[in-house]
């Protein structure tokens, strides 16, 4: 064989090790999913979810399990004017190989004021729950708070959950994707476990991250993630895992980004017709699990990257949350991006091992003039403030 070929032989035998070896080391991250364990769902509804609805300000949505799989099952609430309410529940049935159970929602209108509710399976009865509801359109400063990926597996995070919520009083929660370890009804139970009293009283909008997907070809989200945010169901067309809140100032995009470039590119699409409809003066917020800028590799991410990075900047995306790196930084505007990026965790895997990137949360403060970021450790030990005025 003349030399010229022999060279070019070797060069692509060494390009298809170097393939097979990447491969095999990232066997057990693409495609090694552990089994569920069994389970058994309680017949008392249980792991109740209360989240936005399409309209931040006017919906919510309540949504509940149970082991029973009945044709009866409704949300009661008493209104700020003591009106009492009920709704017959919608229900999803969830069954695999490790155990069944149903999952029950109802969407329904609100106005500014305090609610009581519980929900029902046939006669079994939840206890009730408070909320309530800010008019945001007219608030001085609309508050909420940012985490990043929770995957709890360890010691409860219930109190540090808790003392968030009783220090801050944001009126709802975001998540930036892998809120629970696996899709296994056992992580489930330990968000519900470690939100418990929070995550009926305070809504909760989680983004999928690659936790909440199923290790296959193509890779599938876990429908139980969808069955408890119920906001990702079909409307107008949006991809599935993406959601746009109106919430006063400010309008919040949700993006899916476990997912090919061709969804990515979807996705870009979806998010500029619905960019059309936002006032020119809104603040603009993005929520997605994979960082476009990476803090570990210039090479991580870049379907996110190539896909939404041009419309984010059309469109001047004053900010946006992150996770998926465990750990925890802040990248400031500059030639290749108009927006603040931060990429933070909630969750006990630190890949840095630097304490400094530890479990972080947000506590974002928004008016029609500015944001205001300020970055906390779960000891609350303010690590980072940030200030946009306009
Ligand atoms: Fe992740």
């Known amino acids: 064989m003349p ?29 090694t999913m552990p089994p569920e364990p069994a389970f058994l769902s309680p017949d008392a509804p249980h792991n109740v979810q209360l989240t936005l609805g399409s309209d ?14 009945s044709g009866s099952a409704r949300l009661t609430l008493i209104a700020p004017g003591g009106d009492t309410l009920r709704y017959a529940a919608a229900r999803r049935d969830f069954r695999n190989s490790s155990g069944s159970l149903s999952y029950y929602n109802v969407p329904f209108p609100v106005s500014p004021g305090g609610y009581r509710y519980c929900v029902s399976v046939d006669t079994l009865v939840s206890p009730w729950y408070d909320f309530s509801v800010a008019p945001l359109s007219a608030l001085d400063t609309l508050r909420f708070v940012v985490i990043g990926d929770v995957q709890n597996v360890r010691d409860t995070i219930s109190p540090v959950v808790r ?3 009783r220090t801050f009083r944001p009126l709802f929660w975001m998540q930036a994707g892998d809120l629970i370890e696996r899709p296994h009804m056992q992580w489930w139970n330990r968000y ?10 305070v809504p909760i909008v989680a983004a999928l991250g690659n936790h909440d997907f199923h290790k296959s070809l193509p890779r599938r989200a876990d429908e139980r993630f969808f069955y408890t945010f119920p906001f990702y169901g079909p409307s ?22 476990t997912r090919n470039y061709f969804n990515l590119m979807e996705q870009r699409r979806w998010f500029l017709r619905e960019r059309a409809r936002d006032a020119a003066d809104i603040w603009l917020l993005v ?15 870049l379907p996110t990257r190539w896909a939404l990075l041009p419309a984010f900047n059309e469109a001047g995306v004053d900010l946006l949350f992150s996770a998926h790196e465990h750990t925890c930084s802040r990248r400031n505007p500059d030639a290749d991006a108009c927006f603040y990026q931060y990429i933070s965790h909630f969750s006990p895997k ?3 091992d630097d304490p400094a990137n530890g479990r ?27 200030r946009i005025g306009r």
């Open 3 to 31: 030399r010229k070929k022999l060279l070019w032989a070797a060069l692509a035998a060494a390009v298809v090790v170097a393939l097979a070896l990447w491969v095999h080391s990232r066997w057990d991250a693409w495609f």
């Open 56 to 69: 931040a300000e006017r919906t919510r949505i309540v949504s509940w399990q149970s082991g029973l799989s």
């Open 163 to 165: 003392r968030i919520q």
């Open 192 to 201: 519900f476990a470690d939100f418990d009293s929070v995550a009926q009283s």
């Open 236 to 257: 107008g067309g949006s991809p599935e895992g993406t959601a746009r809140f109106e919430a006063g100032p400010l309008s919040i995009y949700i993006f899916n980004t």
């Open 287 to 301: 929520i997605l699990h994979h960082p476009p800028f990476s803090a570990a590799s210039p090479f991580n991410n």
């Open 350 to 352: 630190n890949y840095t």
């Open 360 to 386: 972080h949360f947000h506590v974002v403060d928004v008016t029609p003039r500015s944001i205001v970021v300020r970055t906390y450790s779960d000891t609350f030990l303010l690590t980072d403030s940030l």
